[in-house]
């Protein structure tokens, strides 16, 4: 880390910005360590069919949920106002 002591915050302590800085040095292997062990699991999912119905019947599940009791309520309604 070269000129880490230029930092933007207002009003900060030199002895923040080292404490922030031996955090920031501290935590660099662990983020490698997890970026190498999510690169490994996470493989991207190429089953686009899979995905494409997936999308597809999410919509159509939340249209339904969304808009099937206002339109059961619009179909009892007008079954009550014919039957009169």
Known sequence: IENWGRVPALGCEPV???????AVIEALPHVEALAGSNAAAGQVDKDYVKSFLALIFGSIMAF???LGPKVIGACKNYLSFNAQ
Do not use: T, V
């Open 16 to 22: 923040f910005i080292s404490d922030l800085a031996d």
């Open 64 to 66: 339904w949920l969304l």
